[in-house]
């Protein structure tokens, strides 16, 4: 009923393109974004502090702490050691070049290989496709705008491009993410609208490559799309399937990396690892937690490197460009924001060790219910057997059994690991692959004990895996749609965003249609919903608007002097009108 080989279907496909061709192709993009990062340190390396400010703040003005930039995040100080990183990145950028044309020459001369798709199986994954699109849309309607997504779509997607890239005023800024928003739908009011598509987009893609990915093991299409379901409908996939934040992307790119991982261990394509390279690189972009991730996939595949000298060598060549590229990705962020940006703010700063322990094993328990959609208690017997059930493949005797084993324990050693080195436990959002792919693997370790049952049990093997398989998962799938569904939003941010959506736009109401209105920094969610409401919005006061809104605990600026308090209004916000 399982096989560990690849399915190719029954013949049917289309073919799109060549092989040199696209390889082609992706070596003249690797080498202009190349070029790009090399530019990038030759202005950096030639320019001067003030120089480097004034056109950085040219590019535009009242940007999130624009005011505190050159003090907080540009200073001097940062200049001098970004110095030393745009050498570093010089270097590295024009040693990529090098390498790249050299393997490009090389793939030139290789017979010309046909890229075909498989089509086998297309109407499953047209099913799947509509299936995550209806439960996409279902969870974007659940939610108004979140606080986070928010801030990411005015104070990020917003900007200008290379700011962006650049500033990483807070976690917030999920960069590669944010970058893509602004350049794909930059001409778009609603940015918040166009990062949940991109979202949405991210969850098609999981399931598709969930479903792929289990029938290579089931070798049972059926069988793989109930397992698949339970993945989409886990609550930690699906809450964020529709969500302007780059937490689905990263998912996505989990998935992947995983998937290309497993496969290259069993055959040792370069293919694979190309897929693996390119899901690090994405997945390190979207947000720098994906360290988890990472340090999972070295703790999964060092006892087979240890074993085949071949295929550490190979594997160490594509993880050597993997972290350059990342360390090329966030240059700009290092040169302009600061290192203490990345690993000094308060959401990721190490904490004392007598403090993080107990953090650390009281959301243990949490994680464990999380992951499976609290089907059992926090701390119960029941979410720690379903947690350990995967132990149970190591018995099979099945190699690609052993694989899956080992993965599963590498993606939580993996959390184990970072979580002790960097002293901070992080948000249960962080950890969305993780949660996803233990839900397919216990998924399978269910298919796979179903399948030594019904063994005993020939004449209606079918039967005993309809009711050991197909009825619990497809019971449980439906728990998931049905769980906590009325609480969306705290499952999500541990806050009340329908009700913070509700106060905030009812509470505008005491401004008259079409008033002009200027914001304080931290008022970003007042100003995204008067934008939206057809209010002349701006975030640069000049002290001409009729009104201004502030957060409670912000002082009146001097410029502002003229207005007087008019009304507090929802979420410890204040409107002023002019005198």
Not at 21 to 40: E, P
Not at 210 to 231: D, E
Not at 234 to 257: D, I, N, P, V
Request: glycine share 8%.
């Amino acid at each position: 009923m399982r096989s560990s080989a690849t399915h190719p279907g029954n013949g049917k496909g289309i073919t799109i393109a060549s092989g040199r061709v696209l390889t082609s192709c992706a070596y003249v993009v690797a080498i202009l974004l190349l070029l790009s990062a090399t530019g990038f340190c030759l202005f950096y390396l030639l320019s001067g502090y003030e120089e480097l400010a004034r056109w950085y703040l040219a590019l535009g003005n009242c940007f999130y702490n624009s005011a505190s930039w050159t003090s907080r995040f540009f200073t001097p100080a940062v200049k001098a050691t970004g110095n030393a990183l745009a050498i570093a990145g010089t270097i590295l950028s024009i040693l990529g070049i090098v390498y790249t044309v050299v393997r490009w020459r090389r793939t030139r001369s290789m017979p010309t290989q046909q890229i075909r798709i498989d089509l086998s199986g297309w109407g499953w994954y047209c099913g799947i496709t509509a299936i995550a699109l209806a439960a996409g849309l279902w969870q974007w309607q659940m939610m108004p705008p979140a606080y986070d997504e928010i801030f990411s779509a005015v104070n990020a997607s917003a900007m200008h491009p290379f700011r962006t890239l650049s500033y990483y005023m807070l976690p917030n800024n999920h960069i590669l993410f944010n970058v893509l928003n602004g350049l794909l739908f930059g001409w778009h009011q609603h940015l918040v609208g166009t990062g949940r598509v991109l979202s949405l987009l991210a969850y098609v893609g999981i399931s598709l490559t969930c479903f792929r990915w289990l029938y290579g093991l089931m070798n049972s299409r059926p069988f793989a799309f109930i397992a698949t379901l339970c993945i989409m409908f886990q609550f930690a996939t699906w809450g964020m399937s529709a969500q302007a934040r780059g937490y689905e992307c990263q998912l996505l790119c989990g998935w992947l990396a995983f998937a290309s991982l497993y496969a290259f261990v069993q055959r040792q394509r370069g293919t694979y690892m190309r897929i693996n390279a390119l899901a690090n690189l994405a997945g390190y972009a979207l947000i720098p937690s994906w360290s988890y991730c990472y340090m999972a996939q070295l703790l999964f595949v060092a006892p087979y490197l240890l074993w085949n000298r071949h295929m550490a060598l190979r594997y160490m060549r594509y993880q050597a460009a993997t972290l350059a590229c990342v360390f090329l990705f966030y240059l700009p962020a290092l040169c302009f924001s600061g290192k203490a940006a990345l690993t000094g703010n308060k959401y990721v700063r190490p904490a004392h060790m007598s403090a993080f322990l107990p953090q650390f094993a009281g959301l243990g328990k949490n994680f464990i219910s999380h992951c499976f959609s609290g089907l059992a208690a926090e701390g119960s017997i029941l979410s720690y057997i379903l947690f350990a059930m995967p132990l149970l493949l190591l018995f099979t005797g099945r190699k690609m059994d052993r694989l899956v084993t080992g993965f599963y324990v590498a993606i939580w050693a993996g959390y184990l690991v970072v979580s002790l080195l960097v002293r901070h436990t992080p948000f249960h959002r962080t950890l969305i692959v993780q949660f996803s792919i233990s839900m397919g693997i216990v998924a399978y370790t269910c298919f796979v004990m179903a399948g030594i049952i019904s063994t005993y049990a020939r004449r209606i093997r079918m039967t005993v895996m309809i009711l050991l398989f197909a009825i619990p998962m497809l019971s449980f799938s439906i728990y998931e749609l049905r769980y906590d569904r009325n609480n969306v939003n705290f499952g999500l941010y541990g806050n009340d965003v329908n009700g913070i959506h509700n106060g905030i736009t009812r509470d505008l109401g005491i401004i008259p249609a079409g008033s002009t209105i200027a914001f304080s920094e931290e008022s970003f969610y007042c100003y995204y919903h008067c934008h939206r409401l057809g209010y002349k919005a701006s975030r640069c006061a000049t002290g001409t608007e009729e009104y201004y809104i502030k957060r409670t605990d912000e002082p009146l600026p001097p410029s502002m002097a003229a207005y007087s308090l008019l009304q507090n209004i929802y979420d410890d916000h204040q409107v002023y009108k002019r005198n």
